[in-house]
């Protein structure tokens, strides 16, 4: 499978539109190109041949179609931001994406990847599609914030980040990234209001609630972070999507080196009623721990090294038959009597409100990265799956050719049994360009 992607990771200078005093208003913008060839699964011929009763679904012949169609998908994004500095305590930042996804679109992939949409301000939505193209638009962030000696208060779309895992952060209930993410710098956001005090530079304790689509969407929590002889302690609690949530993370210095560890317990009550089920129930409750240690080894122009554990307490299995690991995005159903239960897509309850979904229980990663020169960059991330046997490998060659110009290109490849973390996926390759104005 090829595939080709160009991102960049950087970002232009901001234009000021206008400044007097501590008011200021500045411009800034982006645009993005990613190409991608994969195979996929084609989303009629699938639905042509689903097997609708729950009780055939892990052997129904419409898995018989899983990657047999070769995919090219594309995307244009262009994002504008402003940023406005109204008082020297009071600010908002506005940025705004407008996206053209192109190509294969109508995949199984694309169906089953698709978050549900749990934003409050539904600031987001099609514009326009057809047979091979889709246009899109979305607040990406929104907010406005005010700042003073003892803290901040920040409303609207906005990133919330907790944790201190790199390739897994199970304690970022509220917008993390997979580690196979091909846009790994691109997070959603939350609609959200954030208060924070703080009484040092590195002491602080926040909350913020995030409003769901439903009462049972809502997030609440709270979050304190103390900095104690070089070494940092977080505790946090709340609940997530009805799931009463508690963790904490510590990381320090060891020699040269840094070392971290977080560790999350969940307690789900969203009901879930897997395929073989007879009756919905809630997910039992379950630990999620990562720990890690990364360190840049004086060789060469730098060589930086990290290695990660995840034990994923929640992990979904590898399924069965020839659904094998699909059977998870599936839940049953009763239907009208006298016919038999159904298959329907599954809702996010099965995460038990985690952002951190696997199959696999104990998975171990690895990341590479060196400076071939100033600008060019090699990254390798190696992920293994104790449970499955499998392995995920995700090289990426890095340009910023200009100060405006940034270009990656990427791959993905995959070894191991079907039944297992990476061994039923598919290969891709891809190019991201992005260009800053």
């Given amino acids: 499978m090829l595939g080709l992607v160009a991102i960049a990771t950087g970002e232009s200078a901001a234009t000021e539109l206008w400044s007097q005093g501590d008011t200021s208003l500045e411009f800034s913008g982006s645009l993005r190109q990613i190409v991608l060839y994969s195979q996929q699964t084609d989303g009629d011929d699938f639905e042509a041949a689903f097997c609708r009763p729950a009780s055939e679904i892990a052997d129904c012949a419409a898995w018989d179609a899983l990657g047999d169609t070769d995919v090219g998908q594309a995307l ?30 109508d995949t199984l992939e694309a169906a089953l990847g698709a978050r549900e949409s749990d934003t409050f301000f539904g600031a987001e939505g099609e514009i326009a599609s057809s047979q091979h193209a889709r246009w899109t638009h979305r607040l990406y962030r929104g907010y406005a914030q005010a700042e003073g000696r003892l803290g901040l208060a920040r409303i609207g779309r906005q990133k919330i980040s907790w944790g201190v895992g790199n390739l897994w952060n199970p304690i970022d209930r509220f917008d993390p990234n997979p580690p196979l993410a091909i846009q790994g710098d691109e997070n959603a956001g939350i609609d959200a209001a954030l208060l924070r005090w703080s009484w ?11 409003p769901g689509a439903s009462s049972q969407d809502s997030r609440y929590a709270a979050h304190a972070h103390v900095l104690v002889h070089d070494v940092d302690f977080s505790l946090m609690g709340g609940v997530y999507q009805q799931a009463p949530t508690v963790g904490f993370d510590v990381a320090s210095n060891l020699g040269g080196a840094a070392i971290y560890f977080e ?61 094998g690991t699909y059977l998870n995005f599936f839940e049953e159903r009763d239907a009208p009597s006298p016919f038999p239960p159904v298959a329907v897509p599954a809702s996010n309850a099965i995460a038990g409100s985690s952002g951190v979904v696997t199959f696999s229980q104990n998975q171990t990663g690895l990341m590479l ?69």
């Fill in 200 to 210: 040092s530079d590195f002491n602080f304790v926040e909350a913020v609630y995030a």
């Fill in 76 to 105: 244009t994004r262009l994002r504008l931001r402003l940023d406005l500095q109204a008082t020297s305590w009071l600010s908002a930042v506005v940025a705004y994406d407008s996206q053209v996804f192109y190509g294969t679109i």
């Fill in 263 to 323: 560790a999350v317990w969940a307690d789900p009550r969203q009901q879930v009623r897997k395929i073989g089920d007879s009756t919905a129930a809630p997910p039992d409750d379950f630990w999620q721990v990562v720990g890690g240690i990364h360190n840049l080894f004086d060789v060469g122009t730098g060589l930086y090294v990290l290695l990660e554990h995840l034990y994923n307490g929640n992990a979904l299995g590898f399924g069965s038959g020839k659904a």
């Fill in 369 to 437: 990265g060196y400076d071939l020169t100033p600008e060019v960059r090699a990254d390798l991330v190696a992920l293994y799956d104790w449970n499955g046997r499998s392995a995920a490998f995700f090289p990426t060659l890095s340009y910023a050719a200009l100060d405006w110009l940034e270009l990656r290109l990427g791959a993905q490849f995959f070894a191991g049994p079907r039944l297992s973390q990476y061994g039923a996926s598919e290969h891709r390759v891809y190019l991201f360009a992005d260009f800053y104005f």
